[in-house]
């Protein structure tokens, strides 16, 4: 039995496809789905998400959000999912470098809004390049 | 009787404004099959949110979290989603109207989206605490400091509730103008139809299985409840600018049929006043010659 799984985020549906195994990010830990799972709903870091497909791996960098397990379905809702392939290094690395910037220049003002906004930007980055550096050692 | 020249010059300003309207159609065409798309897609996402949010509700008890209880205070807080530029119809007008005929108990503040809104309220003499220009298209990161900062307001427990007001995309030609709770967050309308999509179906919370949370449904709720704020606003920001580019793209098609009607009308009379200068000359003709006879 496949194990269908979905990856939506507000902007688009990401990902729609029966797979073999997923693992993600749970906040206790990383967390592998097969299928006839327990039904289950968890809450998602931002970090790393494997796709098994017959054999073939494929990783995505995923922001916060929402895991839900029924035995034949696997649904995520984040509001970031990037295919490694697409991530550019660089793009994200200057932006980790203007975020860390912008946080420090902020961390004087107190603006905890901002604030907040800059560590998620830098947690996502970070995230991003995580995936895309271990894709190239292995 | 106006002269040929006087409409001439009139055709050749309604020809220009016909051409301009009718640009102004075509782009807001491709805005909008983009905005609809993006509507569409959002959608997904929302109706996952309320199917795993009623989930939740089931199995929390009561008042677990400040998002389901009514503020202290009085007051009420409305957000006001419009667009930022004018020639769309009576969109904003309409809008606007609605929110003045419903009646809300207390004093009323208001936050906006779009610069029209703003501009309304301001002439109303409404008092406006928060202005937020969002791109189109709109990202979902723009929206977190809106919600960020109605869900901080709401959790002072100096406002009663906050309501949304938007344009609620139906299809090309009907927009409705809506006004919708967002926090608390209403267990009744809380997976039920949002209405944004009209095959959207009720959710019947013993057809869903027994979930298992982890680490535990009150830290799970901690979560979800925020981003289920964030996504529902967005939804309403993307029902919101379908509306926007739907409306000003039949406003347009309309300016430009009328000004394609004017023209017809316009181009007749000319005609008619041609035929009749040349008339008039030839029997001024014919009468000075049969005067000299």
Redesign the interface.
């Known amino acids: 039995m496949p194990l269908k799984l979905e990856i939506v985020t507000p902007e688009a549906r990401i990902f729609s496809d029966e797979v073999d195994s997923v693992v993600l990010p749970g906040v206790e830990g990383e967390l592998g789905i097969l299928p006839a799972h327990a039904p289950l709903v968890t809450t998602l870091q931002c970090g790393e998400l494997r796709i098994l497909k017959s054999g073939k791996t494929t990783d995505l960098a995923v922001g916060e959000g929402l895991v839900e397990v029924t035995g034949s379905h696997a649904r995520i809702l984040t509001d970031m999912a990037i295919d490694v392939e697409s991530i550019d290094e660089k793009a994200v690395e200057e932006a980790l470098e203007r975020a860390k910037h912008s946080l420090e220049s902020l961390k004087h003002g107190e603006q905890q809004e901002e604030v907040a906004a800059v560590m998620a930007i830098i947690q996502r980055s970070t995230a991003q390049l995580q995936v895309k550096r271990r894709r190239r050692t292995v | 009787m106006p002269s040929t020249r006087d409409i001439r010059r009139r055709i050749k300003s309604v020809k220009n404004t016909a051409q301009i309207t009718k640009a102004m159609q075509l782009v807001a065409a491709a805005k909008m099959k983009k905005a609809q798309d ?1 509507a569409a ?2 959608r ?2 929302a109706e ?2 309320n ?2 949010l009623v ?2 509700k089931e199995s929390a008890e009561e008042g677990i979290h400040p998002h389901f209880t009514e503020g202290k205070g009085n007051k009420t807080l409305v957000l006001v989603i419009a667009t930022d530029k004018g020639l769309c119809g009576a969109l904003n007008t309409n809008l606007l109207k609605k929110l003045i005929n419903t009646k809300i108990d207390g004093e009323v503040e208001y936050v906006t989206i779009g610069r029209k809104a703003s501009q309304g309220l301001a002439r109303l003499r409404k008092t406006l605490i928060a202005d937020f220009p969002i791109k189109d298209p709109a ?3 723009e929206i ?2 809106v919600g ?2 109605l869900q ?1 307001k709401f959790l002072t427990g100096e406002y009663k509730t906050v309501l949304v007001a938007f344009n609620n995309f139906i299809n090309t030609v009907t927009q409705v103008p809506s006004i919708e709770q967002i926090l608390p967050v209403n267990p009744v309308t809380l997976g039920g139809k949002r209405g944004f999509d009209e095959q959207s179906k009720e959710i019947d919370a013993s057809e869903l ?7 535990g449904a009150a ?2 709720f901690e ?2 409840l925020p ?1 289920y704020v ?2 529902t606003l ?2 309403m920001l993307l029902e919101a600018r379908a509306s926007e580019h739907s409306s000003r793209m039949v406003a347009m098609k309309n300016a430009t049929d009328n000004a394609k009607q004017l023209l017809k009308d316009l181009t007749l009379e000319y005609n008619k006043v041609r035929q009749a200068a040349i008339t008039n000359e030839l029997l001024e003709i014919t009468t000075a010659k049969m005067a000299l006879e």
């Open positions: 993006q897609n959002g997904h996402y996952m949110m199917k795993i989930a939740l990202k979902f990161s977190r400091s960020r900062f901080d299985p027994q979930y298992t949370f982890e680490p830290v799970v979560t979800v981003q964030n996504g967005y939804q």
